[in-house]
């Protein structure tokens, strides 16, 4: 079974997107208030009996997820640290009426990607985990290239590469301002110490590990993939019963389950 650790603003809803079009009505957006647990991995094979993906921000590779299911395979895409924190700011700020000014909110997500990964801000950890629990790593920066290399590595040729970008910023007013500071620069930096590590490590070690495995055929299969984007937007049949199962059961009995516990 794959399972996408979704990071904050490292194309994971386009990667989600990819799941739900390649396995329909076998692949599930796990809802946890936290981190996923075999409680939750559980519950949703009720209503995913056959299921073959598990994608959602509760999914993290330092839970216990796998004891329930000693098959997971986990994938996720990281992304130049400064780049994610600044858009990962932009898009949480016009959720919020009083929102923390950027000095007060990135103390709280330092080293956001480091966290996601092991659980502390701890970049060796972190890479521990990449090397020893996840099992590709793509890279936002060289998304169509990694997603080549994911299909390779998941070894299903099911899996539909041809997506459509989701939650892209239609504004980037904050993000440019905020890279036009110079002390807003110093700030990322020394709050994504362990961030620029890990990012250095999976770019520089694990990424070339993974091109070197697929071969000299690469660079022609991102531009076959290219030349078939952006995927098609209308639902197939099946998707739309689908997102009718996630929507009306499995989203609404989930949540009715976590208010009652």
């Known amino acids: 079974m794959l399972a996408h650790v979704h990071i904050m603003k490292t194309a994971g809803q386009t990667v989600r997107g990819i799941l739900r079009q390649s396995f329909v009505g076998t692949h599930c957006d796990l809802l946890a208030r936290r981190g996923a647990t075999t ?13 073959k993906s598990i994608a959602g921000h509760g999914v993290l590779p330092h839970a216990n997820l796998h004891q329930a299911e000693p ?3 986990y994938f996720t895409f990281l992304r130049d ?10 898009f949480s700020f016009p959720k919020k009426r009083h929102f923390p000014p950027f000095e007060e909110w ?30 590709f790593v793509g890279l936002v920066e060289r998304f169509n290239e990694s997603l080549i290399l994911l299909q390779q590595w998941c070894g299903d040729q099911t899996l539909d590469l041809h997506y459509q970008s989701i939650n892209v910023a239609t504004d980037n ?5 905020l890279l036009s500071d110079p ?7 020394e709050f994504h110490q362990q961030d620029c590590e890990v990012f250095r490590y999976a770019r520089d070690v694990i990424y070339p ?10 660079a022609q299969a991102v531009a076959d993939l290219e030349a078939e984007l952006p995927g098609p937007t ?25 208010r009652a516990a």
């Open 39 to 51: 409680r939750d991995l559980i519950w949703a094979r009720r209503f995913y009996p056959e299921l």
């Open 71 to 73: 098959s997971l395979r």
């Open 81 to 90: 640290p400064v780049q994610r924190c600044v858009s990962h700011y932009q």
């Open 106 to 135: 990135i103390r709280e997500h330092a080293n956001f990607q480091t966290q996601i990964l092991c659980g502390t801000e701890d970049a060796c950890r972190a890479i521990e985990v990449l090397e020893k629990r996840i099992e």
């Open 173 to 177: 007013t904050i993000k440019k301002r």
């Open 183 to 189: 002390k807003v620069m110093a700030l990322i930096e």
């Open 209 to 218: 590990r993974q091109t070197k495995q697929f071969g000299p055929l690469l």
């Open 234 to 258: 209308i639902l197939s049949f099946q998707q739309f019963v689908a997102a009718a199962k996630r929507n009306v059961l499995y989203k609404p009995m989930t949540k009715f389950l976590h």
